[in-house]
C-alpha cells in the first residue's frame, strides 16, 4: 500500500506504542486520526505528527470501555469527512501478574473491554467505510500473549488470545472485500503500561516502541500482492 495521503486511524493513540505509530505514519505521509482517553496527551501527538509531516491530524476522545464512546466517535469521525483506509486496533491496558482470583472484579471488566471488546465494536462500525475504499487495512496489534501462555497473565491473555481469534476469523471474511487484515505479536515494550498498573518490570530491556512503529509501517507499506498476515516481533 501507498501511505503517503492515507488516513490512518490509531487506537490508544495517547501515549507509548500508538504515539509512535502515529509519528511513523505522519513521516510517511498519512493523516491521523489519533484516538485515546486524554484530550491533552492527543493534542501534543496531533501537534507532533503535523510536524512530523502528516497533511492533517485530528484528536478524538474515545474510551474504549464505552460502546456509547465508540459510536459517537465514528459519528464524528463521519461528520468530520475522514474517509479511513487504516485502522490500526492498539489500545490495551496490563493487570499486575498474578493468580485469577488476586485480581479484582473491576480490573477484569476494565481489561476486556480495553484490550477485546472495544476494538471489535469499533472495527465493526468502521468496516462498512474501510470496505468502500479502493484498498484498505486493520491492523491488530496483539502481543505475545495471544499465541503463549504466561504465569499470571490469565485475564490479559484470555483478552489476547481473543484478539488472536477475531484477527484470524476478520481476515477470512474479509478475504473478498478488498480490506487485508494482519496481526502484529510483539513481545514486551518499553512504555509505561506495566508501571500504570503498579508492577516493576526491567522495561529497558524491550522492544522500544519507536522500533515497533517502524514494524507497523513497513507491514503497512508492501506492495499490493505482498500482504503479511501475521508477525512476531521477540526480544
Not at 509512535?20 to 486524554?38: F, N, P, T, V
Not at 503463549?148 to 478475504?175: C, N, P
Not at 508501571?195 to 516502541?209: L, M, S, Y
Request: glycine share 8%; aromatic share 4%.
Amino acid at each position: 500500500m501507498e501511505l503517503r495521503n492515507k488516513t490512518a486511524l490509531v487506537t490508544g493513540a495517547s501515549d507509548g506504542i500508538g504515539r509512535h505509530i502515529c509519528l511513523k505514519l505522519a513521516q510517511a505521509g498519512c493523516g491521523i486520526a489519533a484516538l485515546g482517553r486524554d484530550q491533552a496527551r492527543l493534542a501534543a501527538v496531533t501537534t507532533a505528527s503535523t510536524e512530523a509531516g502528516a497533511p492533517w491530524a485530528e484528536s478524538f476522545v474515545c474510551d474504549m470501555r464505552d460502546p456509547d464512546a465508540i459510536r459517537e466517535t465514528t459519528a464524528a469521525l463521519q461528520a468530520a469527512s475522514r474517509a479511513l483506509d487504516i485502522v490500526i486496533n492498539n489500545a490495551g491496558i496490563w493487570h499486575k501478574t498474578g493468580p485469577l482470583d488476586s485480581i479484582s472484579s473491576e480490573m477484569i471488566e476494565d481489561t476486556v473491554a480495553t484490550n477485546l471488546t472495544g476494538a471489535i465494536h469499533l472495527t465493526r462500525s468502521l468496516l462498512p467505510g474501510l470496505r468502500a475504499q479502493p484498498e484498505a487495512a486493520i491492523l491488530n496489534v496483539v502481543s505475545k500473549s495471544g499465541v503463549l501462555a504466561e504465569e499470571g497473565q490469565s485475564v490479559y491473555a484470555a483478552t489476547k488470545h481473543g484478539m488472536r481469534g477475531f484477527t484470524d476469523v476478520l481476515k477470512i471474511d474479509e478475504a473478498q472485500s478488498g480490506v487485508r487484515v494482519a496481526g502484529l505479536y510483539q513481545s514486551g515494550t518499553n512504555t509505561g503500561m506495566f508501571a500504570k498498573a503498579g508492577q516493576d518490570v526491567p522495561n529497558h530491556i524491550f522492544t522500544e516502541p519507536d522500533d515497533l512503529a517502524d514494524v507497523v509501517v513497513f507491514m503497512l507499506s508492501r506492495p499490493a500482492k505482498l500482504w503479511m498476515h501475521d508477525v512476531r516481533v521477540e526480544l
